[in-house]
């Protein structure tokens, strides 16, 4: 089996070694290169041909942001950022998952992690993950979510909204659910790609939405605030990062804190979040779509509309069997042909639990339909 060929892109000579040290271990990954800024990555990369590079975001002479730039125009590959976890390096690397960016890692304790051996196994995963990934995929990702942003609407300072039309489900059949006089409550789960998916989706949702979205996007601490903060400002709906105890409103997206496990509780009359960082991360994950959904599950009186899109392993499988239980449910599963990791749809799909498998653009489409 040919390795696959990894270059390595960090300004620190430690940082580069460490890196290359723990991909190295791997049979299935051969470092050919490292570059100590973005200048020398883009020589480099023409001149080896890498499957796969890991790139620092914050570098002297040409930082990640514009090194990726360049990449995507020049020679692109797929690319995994390293990242800091400060409110700074979350912004930046949102930018950088918007200009094409497979994946990132969080280093745990800043430029010059001494402590990157915690995350060894997420590396060498992630790093692997992606040098899978079809470029010509994520080229049209990327441009399908660029033209998208140029349409969506733009929140002013007075937080009215500006441009973007209503959405409707043109010439789409409807596909209600048997009692329409239900509540109706949208579950969304996802992992790599899933920022540039669930901007797809969110900004294609009205603001008239007749239910609450919660999201499990498998995402470390100090990240998920800021996705949230980015897809509010870009949505006719609103988004924001779950608060433990917080009532469920329509028309509001919450996304599940990175480190937390999210769940949808029945208060009285009411729904509301629990959030615990107590409870064990469940497969490696810590928020997990297995949580939510199993929570989903348990909720008597409503309609629930479960949607499965782009991310590597199975998460979100189990717990739709157990939310299937409970009646009253649709899942929509992301196609293969729009996922940058066909793993979790995959999963749900070859477990029969998808009544529709549609491409990303179309999954607002999808579930508004269910919402007749």
Do not use: W
Not at 91 to 100: H, P
Not at 215 to 225: D, N
Request: aromatic share 4%.
């Amino acid at each position: 089996m040919m390795k696959k060929k990894v270059l390595v892109v960090d300004d620190s000579a430690f940082m580069r070694k460490l890196i290359s040290d723990f991909l190295s271990i791997s049979e299935q990954m051969e470092v050919v290169g490292t570059a100590r800024n973005g200048e020398d990555a883009i020589t480099k990369i023409k001149k080896l041909s890498p499957d796969v590079i890991t790139l620092d975001v914050e570098m002297p002479k040409m930082n990640g942001i514009e090194a990726l730039k360049k990449i995507m125009k020049e020679c692109p590959v797929p690319v995994v950022m390293l990242s800091s976890t400060t409110k700074a390096g979350a912004e930046e690397t949102f930018k950088a998952i918007q200009l094409g960016a497979v994946d990132f890692i969080a280093k745990p304790s800043g430029t010059i992690s001494l402590d990157l051996h915690e995350i060894q196994g997420e590396i060498v995963q992630k790093v692997l993950s992606a040098s899978k990934v079809s470029i010509t995929k994520l080229l049209n990702n990327r441009s399908l979510t660029t033209f998208h942003q140029d349409k969506t609407i733009i929140r002013n300072k007075m937080g009215t909204l500006m441009g973007k039309e209503e959405f409707t489900a043109k010439g789409s059949p409807a596909f209600p659910f048997h009692d329409q006089k239900k509540a109706a409550i949208i579950l969304i789960g996802t992992s790599t790609g899933g920022p540039r998916a669930l901007q797809q989706v969110l900004t294609d949702l009205p603001s008239t939405l007749d239910a609450p979205v919660l999201i499990v996007q498998h995402m470390p601490p100090g990240f998920t605030k800021s996705l949230a903060d980015r897809l509010d400002s870009l949505s006719s709906i609103r988004v924001k990062e779950a608060e433990h105890g917080e009532h469920l409103q329509k028309g509001t997206a919450y996304i599940a804190p990175g480190g937390f496990h999210m769940k949808v509780i029945q208060s009285e009359t009411k729904m509301k979040i629990e959030l615990n960082k107590e409870e064990p991360p469940r497969n490696g994950h810590r928020p997990a779509v297995d949580v939510l959904f199993e929570s989903a599950g348990i909720i008597d009186g409503c309609n629930k509309i479960a949607v499965i899109m782009t991310g590597m392993g199975s998460d979100g499988t189990q717990g739709l069997k157990k939310l299937m239980g409970s009646g009253g449910v649709k899942t929509i599963a992301e196609s293969h042909e729009t996922c940058i990791v066909y793993g979790m749809p995959k999963s749900v799909i070859a477990a029969d639990l998808a009544d529709e498998v549609v491409n990303v653009e179309e999954i607002a489409q999808s579930i508004m339909k269910y919402m007749v």
